[in-house]
């Protein structure tokens, strides 16, 4: 059936794309999953809010036995100490969250690799190429996590601090010159053909240096790296970057260095709020350190730093920024 047939309903494919997601076609209702899991039906309406699901009517059959199977998953996690109650909400929201973006583009990926007109011929679509796609995902974002959990492992045990949730490291800001003005003047696939490459090239670029990236907030994207050097070494490599590309876009950063809290895959405290107050400051095509990373850095041939003067910004009265440059090119006295 085809969306331009008669009787043609997108509640249908829906129901089909549910049931070989799950398995199953949806039959429990919310007193039967909580009966079957053994999990108290308020806790179990929680944690189904806290991963941004919408909301069921009691009486709405809406349920799998796949619902069952994860709320005792996620029983059995919180018993063995790996999620703790009081972070239990705040664990769930974030893989919330983060699946949520994941499934987001990887449905019009899909969709579009389909060569959709409409959500009508989207629905009407063959779900055997779905069917073929879904475990071949599973499989490649099993990897992916595990490789992380790897490389989050091997950064957690190498700290030199003894408190794994607040340790000393550089936060950098990198924020795209000029945005709004821009994407104003762009057609749709400009602006998205400037913003995936402000991300591929950030990311690789903090990866090369020994970094990570925390998150894109809009126009701009938080990194954090641990040694002071290559932190300065990165934020004048992306500098450089739209120098040697004019593809990449001009760039403006803020870096700063102290303790940070580490939770749910997000920094806070003081030390990230200096970072973004910098990257305000900063000129176009420019880098701006604290003071701090200043003193790890000024006694470091390969960089220049130049202490500028003293300014107020939201929450700091008398902010203490230096300008990070390169060293200037030695003449040649022969020459």
């Not at 990236?213 to 932190?231: H, M, N, R, S, W």
Request: net charge negative; charged share 30%; glycine share 8%.
């Amino acid at each position: 059936m085809t969306a331009d047939e008669p009787g043609f309903d997108p509640g249908d494919v829906i129901r089909a794309i549910t049931e070989l997601m799950l398995g199953e076609a949806p039959h429990l209702k919310r007193a039967d999953v909580s009966e079957l899991s053994g999990v108290n039906p308020d806790i179990a309406r929680q944690r189904w809010r806290a991963l941004g699901f919408p909301e069921a009517d009691d009486d709405d059959a809406a349920f799998t036995e796949a619902d069952v199977e994860a709320l005792r998953l996620t029983q059995e996690l919180i018993e063995l100490g790996v999620i703790e109650p009081d972070t239990e909400q705040a664990f769930i929201r974030t893989i919330g969250r983060s699946f949520a973006r994941l499934a987001e583009w990887q449905v019009r990926a899909f969709l579009g690799s389909m060569g959709a007109g409409s959500q009508e011929d989207v629905a009407a679509g063959d779900l055997d190429e779905l069917e073929k796609v879904v475990p071949l995902g599973e499989q490649v974002q099993a990897y992916v996590w595990r490789r992380h959990l790897i490389n989050a492992a091997s950064r957690l045990l190498l700290t030199d601090s003894a408190d794994v949730d607040a340790s000393p490291m550089c936060v950098g800001f990198a924020d795209i010159v000029g945005y709004t003005s821009r994407s104003r003047k762009m057609s749709r696939r400009e602006l998205t053909d400037m913003v995936e490459r402000f991300d591929e090239v950030a990311a690789g670029l903090i990866t090369d240096h020994h970094g990570h990236v925390v998150k894109t907030i809009g126009d701009e994207v938080l990194f954090v790296v641990d040694d002071p050097k290559q932190a300065a070494l990165l934020a004048l490599a992306l500098l450089d970057e739209h120098e040697a590309d004019g593809t990449f876009p001009e760039v403006r950063i803020g870096l700063a260095h102290g303790n940070v809290l580490n939770h749910m895959g997000d920094v806070f405290g003081p030390v990230v709020n200096v970072a973004s107050r910098l990257t305000s400051v900063a000129r176009p095509g420019s880098a701006v350190v604290d003071r701090e990373m200043a003193e790890h850095l000024r006694d470091d041939d390969d960089l220049r730093l130049k202490r500028m003067r003293r300014t107020s910004v939201k929450g700091y009265e008398h902010l203490e920024p230096w300008s990070l440059k390169r060293p200037r090119e030695k003449r040649d006295p022969a020459g």
